[in-house]
């Protein structure tokens, strides 16, 4: 526990940007556990973003406010501070506040109508979400802007107005941005009906990939798979082709066991039970028998908890591909009688550097595994600022809050604010 006055003295620091003084106080108070009370932790975290997000250039603000989406909440005193302006930068300060609930669509609509700018009018699409916006909402569904496009789709999620359904089939079809057609499709599963599994059915010819997999997300939104989208779902999954094939198999081996997802409009086989199995078995191919990229994905779904998955799971921890048997090993992490042998096979791989180090790296601090601590640490220190913001975000993961307070006195002001806002968020 820090004292008082000392606690006082490093916020004042963090508040105007003295990074050695704030560096040489963490210092002399030391950095065991428990050495940092978790209010001073959220007091610099709040300091130091606002002090970055008060000096940092118009542009530069707007890239810091946008690294805030994970602790909005959190941090909601201080976006409140920056969307008191009129540049790029408030208004994204702006829509993050209304993302985490601090402020209401109202407020936002009068707020924005006073504002110019693309970013602003991204703000005033967002809030749209209420009965009687829908005509100015689906008119910035296929704006110039994809800032305000995404906005306007976010929306139009949210208000599940069946109007805008004919403006979702053609953004989920013909936007430019591949981000956009996402959200469309997220839109068009949260409308449901019959209408929509087969709309979606008659776009999967002409999508991309990554658009298939949004159609598959979308077929397995509750409101679409009990009305036709199981049994889209299990026609996907059977034509085995590319990643999307595997993610339908994993939504179909997800459906619940009331059948709410699969009653009167299931597929050829029968039952939702029926639907499960045929899920969990094809699962259970991609993992044995699919390409390699369909192997990896498919590792990556599946359910360690299903039998025949499970087996499958224990056969690729043993394959001679690297990346796939980590994936595995980090399946099975979830299965209590592996457990300890997970680990020790996730542990010898942590330290390569390369992706099946990450990939393990990353398994240990979800499974909250202590012996990871002194690879982050080392990695505070590392050239690269990506490698040194995600350090700090896994020492946070894994409740080294003293720890990753070191990096709020980093040099770049984007691996600070992303180590201010994981702090923010544990502290909350």
């Known amino acids: 526990m820090v004292a008082g006055c000392a606690g006082a003295g490093i916020v004042d620091l963090a508040r105007q940007g003295d990074l050695a003084g704030v560096k040489r106080e963490l210092a002399a108070l030391g950095q065991s556990r428990g050495a940092l009370a978790p209010r001073l932790v959220l007091q610099l975290s709040r300091a130091t973003v606002a002090h970055d997000l008060r000096t940092a250039k118009p542009e530069q603000a707007a890239r810091l406010v946008g690294l805030l989406s994970p602790c909005a909440k959190a941090l909601s005193s201080e976006l409140r501070e920056r969307a008191r302006a009129k540049d790029d930068a408030a208004a994204q300060a702006t829509l993050l506040l209304l993302d985490s609930g601090a402020v209401s669509p109202d407020a936002v609509i009068g707020r924005t109508r006073r504002m110019s700018g693309d970013a602003w009018r991204a703000a005033l ?21 994809e800032r305000v496009r995404r906005s306007a789709l976010t929306a139009a999620r949210i208000a599940k107005d069946p109007d805008d359904l004919g403006d979702l089939l053609d953004a989920s079809r013909l936007d430019p941005d591949a981000k956009s057609r996402r959200l469309a499709l997220a839109a068009i599963g949260a409308l449901g009906g019959p209408r929509v599994a087969l709309a979606l059915r008659d776009s999967w010819a002409q999508s991309d990939s990554e658009t298939r997999l949004g159609i598959v997300d979308a077929w397995a939104a509750p409101r679409v798979r009990s009305a036709g989208g199981a049994r889209e779902l299990a026609w996907a999954a059977e034509t085995r082709g590319s990643r999307e094939g595997v993610a339908a198999a994993a939504a179909l081996a997800r459906l619940e066991p009331s059948g709410a997802g699969a ?3 299931t597929h050829s086989h029968g039952s939702a039970a029926e639907s499960r199995e045929l899920g969990r078995a094809l699962v259970a191919w991609f993992i044995a028998e699919g390409s390699a990229p369909q192997r990896q994905y498919a590792v990556e779904l599946a359910d360690p908890k299903e039998p025949l998955v499970r087996e499958a799971l224990e056969k690729a921890a043993k394959d001679d591909d690297k990346a796939l048997r980590v994936a595995a ?3 099975l992490l979830d299965v209590e009688s592996l457990r300890p042998e997970a680990l020790q096979q996730l542990r010898e791989h942590c330290a390569r550097q390369d992706s099946a180090g990450r990939a393990a790296r990353e398994a240990l601090v979800k499974a909250g595994d202590p012996s990871v601590v002194p690879l982050f640490l080392a990695e505070l220190s590392a050239k690269q600022e990506e490698t040194r913001a995600a350090a700090a975000e896994h020492l946070v993961e894994l409740g080294q809050q003293p720890i990753a307070a070191l990096s709020l006195t ?19």
């Open 125 to 145: 699409a967002r809030a749209l979400v209420r009965p009687g916006w829908g005509k100015l909402r689906r008119s910035f569904v296929d704006d110039p802007d």
């Open 263 to 265: 009653s009167k409009h």
């Open 329 to 331: 090993w980090a399946r």
């Open 410 to 428: 980093d040099s770049s002001p984007e691996v600070r604010v992303r180590a201010a806002c994981a702090l923010a968020s544990s502290g909350e």
